[in-house]
């Protein structure tokens, strides 16, 4: 009988008179009727062809009209058809007709009895749009929703109501709003009547506004999804392609009475906001003429940033690092990380006397990193704010990567112990592409960070730009769509809708592991710093923020209405915190010095002494014995796991691999394989990102085999030399360079003890990089007393390839070296290479041999400091026959080379050399060849600097002093206006003290780096190399 009843009860219509709290039990998963319900007359049991036997049948026969009335038989369709109308089984039931010619007769007369009724075909339809009215809300409802905290502007930059939601919103008024629900019921749009609104239809399984109830009003269905979508928080999600991340987006924002907060909560709360609020208030007090770029307008951001930290910590995280631009930067050092407020207002002290090294930074790009205890949670928190330059949204990608490497260092595979958050201007968010290159790094295995909370400070306006101007796009936040990330819009006046909406961000985060968008629909309450007029372009958006009533005093007003604090209380709040602002102020007139170092981001706790000074100022030996050599090229030549079936012609390239271990020599591939495999025995982790690095572009490096005949089954021979060697990550990257770069020099922020690389496809490639290289690479020890070792191997060579692929602009790296070309620092100086080393921003090297690669790769971990190192590596060289370097120039003893003097016939007879040519990488063997044909070693010494900077003046001056007759030139393959020239020859003439001229044998200038003729390149090289060993080519100009 079970299977009776349910069968009969599936086929009862609802009567429209009956009352929501009938279906107050939990609605079905999955309920087939949309009828309305109306009880029987008779009962089931006075129906007898209903039997327990036949009601399995009679089911499968309802379920299959549903689908399509014409799939059963004619009878069965009356049947059903009179049943959904409201006749009682009995009655509905008509025995099948006789085959007889009164048959059509009695199947005519059948028809009144249906047409009778109502048509279960208008009742499929009312559901249906009922449902698709839902789902336009779900869509469409934040297009409505009331964001805006002035009143004045759309945050979707659209004032028009999508034409499929009844909005009741203070976009329509009630005349209007009449007018739209007859267009889209009476006929129009969903076909609904005016009377359907008190109708009662059942709710679909992809919405919670009934909470414990199945079916509401058509009334209540239009006020719920109004409550859900059309108020203070503006909701995207549906573009995600998953149903359970939809559903709980939904069960979040839609089930009734969710948004609730405790008395408690509230007062937390208030008491952020008044830190908030105040703290801003006392700056512009006690220095109103002084940049600061304040919150005002936007101080709900650090209960906002305060929440997702809380509910983050509640979800076990315990490291949170930041990254943020400059406005508001000062309040979140001040309330969110807790940096004292006397460091902060000893900042605006203009005599304050700089103690580090270094030129420093303004207050508002300076970093942090402080431990401490949650309140909330009562759990330990570390908070890293990662300093950053001026350009917005740089420091996205830093912050990306310091994150991945805290991850990596802890263990935390899935992201639970650390997390990032990225704070970002409206402006920016949706103008600045290196938003986007890191969104596209989100979730890639080897970058992701399992999901960053971004907050948006949308003062709806960008300095002076009005967003109508600033982007193509509704929202500044619709960048993030491309990676399925949910979009919570929020009216920032709106403090506990502000809450909400973070708690769900950092749920989020926790449930999903992805990222996710919090858009503070806010104002700027002063131009874009305190000093500009917002007046002169803005005129009637800051006449509305003049008449604006701070949020505080809102929220405020609001709660003491409520009775959950007085008006005592509240002021006692207030001048409880300026006493804490008035004391630390008191406190910073004795601050004298200002250390920047108390302002690290990213500090190495037993790296340096405890004042933050190398250990020692010297570098042990960077060679190896010859057993690690061996065994490393060893299973650089192997597979070293079973089963496993590699590309024939990698079988060569591994078969050659092996044949140089055995010659005790190795090639350029060879050498990068000992130097970071000798580096993992030591516990050193090695990274190395990049377009197409695990192959290596030239095809030289094939540190990821692949299985020819199983998918993606993968061995890095790397991993399997040593049995307790430190990891070796190396991971193809997105096609991007500026975001790339960022993650890298991020993730070497993170620890000193690991070799981070990051390789251009080709060296002109770092272009597109190029303000990471100036703005963080380059100055950043400088600016925040960071150091950083992070290397960049960039393949340069003027090699007939065309303009873009030859040159990886040294002369740019160059001009950036912090030494003095007109100083000859003191040569006798004890350690001096390694001081000229500590004194530098970066070195900058073109090594000429696969050993000294091998050497430089290797001292930039035994060094007692990190220096960036950039290196300009070769691609003809890595597989010329000359191009290599025996076992013994690599054993223990030995050094990097900062210069390779000449070693044949010329330094046998110095005083006979005519000509001294000093030249940096590849261009050496097309000397040496050059030199051989023209039978000139005797006359001509060739010496490689391959440390350009810090400058090798000592020696220098040694070779120089070693030929007293010679002259000398600078050779060079680049052009006159690019390469090393302008760097080199103030340099040499400092070393001889300008006593003799420094020639130029090379390219003339040109605009471009290279030609794209293959004739007119070995013209030119032909061209130089005369004049390179033209003894008399210089006579002229004597």
Not at 51 to 63: A, C, F, L, Q, R
């Amino acid at each position: 009988m079970f299977h009776l009843r349910t069968c009969a009860a599936k086929l009862r219509p609802l009567t429209a008179s009956q009352t929501v709290k009938t279906f107050s039990q939990n609605r079905p998963a999955a309920a087939r009727t949309l009828g309305q319900i109306r009880c029987f007359t008779a009962p089931v049991a006075a129906e007898p062809f209903l039997s327990g036997t036949s009601s399995n049948y009679v089911e499968e026969m309802y379920y299959a009209w549903l689908e399509n009335p014409k799939s059963v038989h004619k009878s069965w369709d009356i049947f059903f058809r009179n049943t959904n109308a409201g006749a009682p089984p009995g009655t509905a039931y008509q025995s099948p007709l006789p085959l007889s010619p009164g048959s059509l007769s009695a199947m005519a007369r059948a028809q009144p009895l249906v047409a009778a009724q109502p048509n279960v075909d208008k009742l499929v339809e009312d559901h249906l749009a009922v449902q698709s009215l839902i789902r336009a809300y779900q869509i469409r409802g934040h297009h409505v929703a009331q964001l805006d905290p002035l009143g004045i502007l759309d945050a979707d930059l659209d004032s028009s109501v999508p034409a499929d939601i009844i909005s009741s919103t203070d976009k329509l008024d009630l005349a209007v709003f009449k007018e739209r629900l007859r267009m889209l019921t009476v006929g129009g749009f969903y076909g609904l009547d005016e009377s359907d609104l008190d109708k009662v239809f059942h709710l679909p399984t992809t919405t919670f506004i009934g909470g414990q109830e199945s079916a509401l009003p058509l009334r209540e269905i239009i006020r719920r999804l109004e409550m859900a979508y059309c108020q203070h928080i503006g909701v995207e999600f549906m573009f995600i392609n998953d149903l359970e991340q939809c559903q709980w987006i939904r069960q979040k924002f839609e089930t009734p009475g969710i948004m609730q907060f405790t008395n408690e909560e509230k007062r937390t709360l208030l008491a952020r906001l008044v830190r908030s609020t105040r703290f801003e208030d006392f700056l512009q007090r006690k220095w109103s003429s002084e940049k600061r770029f304040g919150l005002e307008g936007c101080e709900v951001l650090i209960p906002a940033l305060k929440t997702i930290i809380d509910k983050s910590s509640e979800n076990g995280v315990d490291y949170v690092i930041m990254g943020m631009p400059h406005r508001g930067r000062l309040n979140v050092l001040a309330n969110v990380i807790r940096k004292e407020l006397e460091q902060i207002f000893c900042q605006f002290d203009s005599k304050l006397e700089a103690a580090d090294e270094g030129s420093g930074d303004v207050k508002y790009h300076l970093g942090m990193y402080h431990r401490r205890i949650n309140r909330v949670t009562d759990r330990n928190i570390t908070l890293s704010l990662v300093a950053n330059p001026s350009h917005l949204e740089a420091a996205d990608p830093v912050v990306m990567g310091k994150t991945k490497a805290e991850q990596f260092y802890c263990g935390d595979t899935e992201g639970k112990k650390v997390m990032s958050i990225l704070l970002h201007g409206d402006a920016a968010f949706a103008g600045q592409g290196i938003v986007y290159e890191t969104f596209h790094l989100s979730d890639l295995p080897s970058y992701t960070t399992h999901g960053t909370v971004h907050v948006v400070v949308n003062n709806q306006i960008g300095f002076t730009t009005d967003p109508r101007m600033a982007r193509s796009s509704p929202y500044p936040t619709d960048v993030a769509r491309v990676v399925n990330a949910p979009i919570f819009h929020v009216n920032s006046d709106d403090p506990e809708a502000v809450m909400y909406v973070c708690k769900v961000a950092a749920e989020w985060r926790s449930t999903f592991h992805k990222d996710v968008v919090v858009d503070l629909v806010c104002y700027r309450r002063n131009g874009h710093n305190e000093m500009d007029e917002p007046m002169f372009t803005q005129p009637l958006m800051y006449k509305q923020i003049r008449k604006q009533k701070p949020v505080l005093q809102k929220y405020a007003e609001l709660l003491v209405s409520q009775g959950v604090v007085n008006q005592p209380e509240y002021e006692e709040e207030i001048s409880k915190y300026d006493k804490i602002c008035e004391e630390a102020f008191t406190r910073s007139k004795d601050e004298k010095i200002l250390h920047i170092k108390h302002w690290l981001d990213s500090p190495w706790p037993g790296f340096f002494t405890l004042d933050g000074q190398p250990r020692s100022m010297t570098c042990p030996s960077t060679g190896l014995t010859e057993d690690i050599l061996t065994h490393i090229g060893n299973v650089a030549s192997s597979v070293p796991v079973e089963n496993f079936t590699i590309h024939g012609g990698l079988s060569r390239i591994l078969k050659t691999r092996g044949e140089l271990v055995k010659n005790r020599t190795v090639d350029w591939a060879l050498a990068e394989y000992m130097a970071f495999g000798s580096l993992l025995k030591e516990g050193i982790h090695i990274r190395l990102s990049g377009q197409d690095v695990e192959r290596g572009t030239f095809s030289h490096r094939h540190h990821v085999l692949h299985d020819q005949n199983v998918d993606k089954k993968t061995c890095i021979p790397m991993n399997h030399l040593w049995p307790n060697q430190a990891p070796y990550t190396v991971c193809n990257s997105s096609l991007s360079e500026y975001g790339v770069l960022g993650f890298e020099l991020g993730f070497a922020m993170a620890s000193p003890n690991a070799l981070v690389l990051w390789e251009a496809q080709f060296g002109d490639f770092h272009n597109t990089a190029q303000c990471i290289i100036d703005q963080f690479i380059c100055p950043g020890q400088a600016k925040w007393v960071r150091q950083n070792g992070i290397v960049l191997l960039l393949p340069h060579g003027m090699e007939g390839m065309g303009p873009e692929h030859s040159s990886a602009r040294p002369e740019r790296f160059l001009q950036m070296c912090n030494d003095d070309p007109d100083v000859l620092p003191n040569l006798e100086e004890a350690n001096f290479d390694i001081n000229q080393l500590y004194d530098c921003n970066w070195v900058v090297v073109n090594c000429s041999t696969p050993g000294n690669f091998f050497h430089v790769l290797r001292r930039q971990i035994l060094l007692p400091f990190r220096k960036p190192l950039i290196i300009f590596t070769p691609k003809s060289l890595l597989r010329h026959p000359e191009a290599r370097t025996n076992f013994d120039e690599m054993l223990s003893g030995t050094h990097f080379q900062r210069v390779i003097p000449e070693d044949g016939l010329a330094a046998q007879n110095p005083e006979n050399v005519k000509r001294l040519l000093f030249c940096t990488g590849k261009v050496y063997y097309d000397l040496t060849r050059e030199r051989k044909a023209r039978g000139m070693e005797e006359q001509v010494a060739i010496t490689r600097i391959e440390q350009l900077s810090p400058f090798p003046f000592d020696l220098l001056m040694q070779e120089v002093q070693k030929y007293p007759n010679a002259e000398l030139a600078w050779c060079q393959e680049e052009h006159k206006n690019q390469g090393y020239y302008d760097y080199v020859k103030p340099r040499l003439r400092t070393t001889i003290n300008r006593a003799k001229p420094v020639w130029y044998a090379g390219r003339d200038p040109a605009a471009a780096p290279a030609t794209g003729n293959k004739k007119t390149h070995l013209t030119e090289l032909q061209r130089l190399l005369d004049t390179a060993f033209d003894l008399d080519a210089f006579k002229n100009f004597s």
